[in-house]
């Protein structure tokens, strides 16, 4: 068995550039149409990002080629090669989204990395300098999705039926392909991820391309699946892992894990980067979105005009409720990760 | 403060009938537009039941309605008059949806009042005697929704903001309207109700309607407002109530109540008719509808094509994670249910 990494998490298909034009493929028309944002400026990437074009490890990719995309307009005269200008476009950018902070470090970390370089460089050697550091840094991300899909799979039993919500990315997604290549009989359970249906669009058409068998259901459903039996593992992403081991995900992840608790099925989170800058839960900094975000689906309403709807985009699952977290340095309890990290 | 009872629950919006079209109120184009589902016979009602043009408490005032229905084509000569023709038509409509056995229950109970009568009448006395059966009973189950209603009240505080799932009727709107007349603030969340949106479409217009305020939430969203401290009690209709407590329904149901269960708040379930001929959850006849029914919403796919989808219509929820059951006869803890009934 092959790995195909899917259409979605192919690094082209979740942005590039061309001279001032960024384009970042749309997730909110995926797999419906297969096309992409253009964007003309950091703004616009920015302001992209915060409409959800594309999301859960998707900003992290677009800030990492807004790196080199801001280096090359420095080196075509576009954008003034100033340091401050250059930080100053990728705050604009890391700045869309506050409660995933993996974007914000990671970014941050080069920065100051460019930053100690940027005076000894010519434009032309910044880009090629710039280019470098996004190049190892793609690498390390890759070295370390890889080991997490290694450490998932070694979680996941033969004949495991598994839930997951939202878009959990290359962490599920190469955990479920190196289960299945160890010869374990898996199959999947799609929250369809209301509001924006990121589990029916986008995890289901993924797992579906590289041959693991997968069912849509509705938010509600899963619990009605584990009280069956039906379900073995609950598995998700993590928008942030705090130190005190509260995991932060898609809304609707709470619901099943304390689910997942009541009828003793595990709950696995993957963070590739928990957050040593934030103590414990009360250091979230939560984005609320727009209720009336969830009053239309596919431009048609859910009710009646004038009657108004809350969207608290995220849910915080207190760290006994979480079995496993799966990080870049192996599988730990939450009550472990303050101590190693 | 008046009780205006909307829309939705007014006897003639929810169904009639002239000669021999029955017209159904169809719940499912509501509130987009107020329509009724055109039936010729008692085949047809019976599959409008099934495809959900009307649903809860619906097909029990549809199934009454039918009783007058039949008398009537008799008495016009364009159905036999003979009783096994009349009870067979009965049976289409009543075997619709096998979950809920409340309409079952109370038209073979009428239907067994009828038959002790029909030797002795001539088709025009038997449909006076049909709509004396009838509007007794009507009158019975107002009087019942209506206690219900100042039971429910009694257990909500001022204050408070409920939590409900799907479109809980009568009883639920009666519990909110004599709460709020006895001076207690409510405010109430209700859960947007995939795959059909009858929490969005019918209960928020309906809430909305009668002066309560009401907010929409994806389902997904019960629990985070629980852990916030911002849902004081989960509500909800029953499809079914079993002999040892156990509550059947709408699906997305159990996950809130476990949720409610974990954080310590109330869950009240109403049921007008627990049902004694089902000993325990084991004799649920549970309706499995067709996952396609969920991959389309408004007309508009959600996944790809070829992704198929699983559709469990109804949560069951255990005795244990139930606080109160407001019935016919009061309020009863799960516990309570199999000795007084």
Request: overall charge negative; proline content about 4%.
């Amino acid at each position: 068995m092959d790995l195909k990494i899917p259409y979605l998490l192919r690094s082209k298909n979740i942005c590039y550039f061309e001279g001032t034009n960024f384009y970042i493929g749309n997730r909110k028309e995926f797999p419906f149409k297969k096309n992409f944002a253009l964007c003309k400026n950091t703004d616009e990437i920015a302001q992209a990002i915060k409409s959800m074009v594309t999301q859960g490890g998707g900003p992290l990719q677009v800030a990492l080629t807004s790196l080199i995309y801001v280096a090359n307009l420095m080196d075509k005269g576009i954008v003034e090669y100033d340091f401050e200008i250059y930080s100053k476009n990728m705050q604009t950018i890391i700045n869309s989204r506050p409660t995933n902070t993996t974007m914000k470090r990671t970014i941050n970390t080069l920065l100051k990395k460019i930053e100690a370089e940027i005076d000894s460089l010519n434009t032309e050697q910044f880009l090629h300098y710039v280019k470098e550091v996004v190049a190892e840094k793609e690498d390390e991300l890759n070295n370390i999705y890889n080991n997490m899909g290694l450490w998932g799979a070694s979680l996941i039993n033969d004949g495991d039926t598994i839930l997951t919500t939202c878009f959990a990315e290359h962490t599920l997604i190469l955990s479920l392909y190196y289960a299945m290549r160890e010869g374990k009989k898996i199959k999947v359970l799609s929250n369809e991820t209301r509001p924006y249906f990121q589990g029916s669009r986008l995890t289901a058409p993924s797992l579906k391309e590289m041959g693991i068998p997968v069912e849509i259901i509705c938010d509600s459903m899963g619990s009605y699946f584990m009280r069956q039996g039906e379900v073995n593992h609950y598995m998700i992403a993590s928008d942030l892992v705090c130190m005190d081991g509260t995991v932060v995900n898609k809304i609707g992840s709470l619901p099943n894990a304390i689910a997942a608790n009541y009828y003793g099925i595990p709950c696995t989170a993957f963070s590739m980067s928990p957050d040593v800058t934030k103590n414990d839960k009360s250091m979230i900094d939560m984005e609320l979105r727009d209720g009336n975000e969830l009053l239309n689906v596919f431009n048609h309403p859910i009710s009646e005009e004038g009657i108004t709807a809350l969207y608290p985009s995220f849910d915080v699952i207190d760290a006994n409720l979480v079995t496993n977290i799966v990080t870049n340095k192996g599988i730990f309890s939450p009550v472990q990760i303050g101590d190693n990290f």
